[in-house]
């Protein structure tokens, strides 16, 4: 610590594939997003946030989204009440093509799951939603972790207090796209 800005990378091949897939956008920000971890961890019910709860993010014009959920929660998107598209991750996505999408995006926006730290693995620039009480490994009082440059940390100020966590992100994301 402090780590390298990145340490994984993925092929020129995967990455031109996961490129054709975000052109068509054309949107001034491209950003993936993983609202939720496995259920069967032992914090999950405060470490993952309600796709709904991410609405505000998902009304903001001029940005494309692109989920990067697999699993259950992937299947949260066919109830989503915004009109808003998210591109879906197709279902048994190889890892390594996940990681050739999140090279060609802007940015990642991930609670703490495995595509946290897959972001900062490559160095993408990563906003981290954490909950109240985080794991270990951020720390506390900080904004920026020791781990990943390119990640940035959003805590919660109270327990399962995500809406002020997004309110922030609407602020940043407003001032990343402008």
């Not at 802007?106 to 703490?112: A, G």
């Not at 781990?147 to 805590?155: D, K, V």
Request: charged content about 20%; overall charge positive; aromatic content about 8%.
């Amino acid at each position: 610590i402090p780590s390298a800005p990145s340490y994984i990378s993925v092929s020129r091949a995967r990455r031109a594939a996961a490129q054709a897939r975000i052109e068509p956008s054309r949107a001034k920000l491209n950003v993936g997003l993983a609202w939720a971890g496995s259920k069967q961890h032992s914090n999950d019910r405060n470490r993952s946030c309600p796709l709904d709860a991410l609405a505000p993010l998902l009304a903001l014009q001029d940005i494309a989204w692109f989920s990067l959920q697999q699993g259950e929660a992937a299947r949260e998107l066919a109830t989503l009440a915004t009109p808003t598209r998210i591109d879906e991750l197709p279902a048994y996505t190889p890892l390594v093509d996940t990681a050739a999408l999140i090279a060609e995006l802007d940015l990642v926006i991930s609670v703490d799951t495995m595509i946290a730290h897959l972001a900062g693995a490559l160095g993408k620039r990563c906003w981290l939603l954490l909950p109240f009480a985080p794991d270990w490994r951020w720390m506390l009082g900080r904004d920026d972790t020791p781990w990943y440059p390119a990640t940035r940390l959003y805590r919660q100020s109270k327990l399962r207090d995500w809406p002020s966590v997004v309110d922030r992100l609407v602020v940043d994301l407003r001032a990343l796209s402008s």
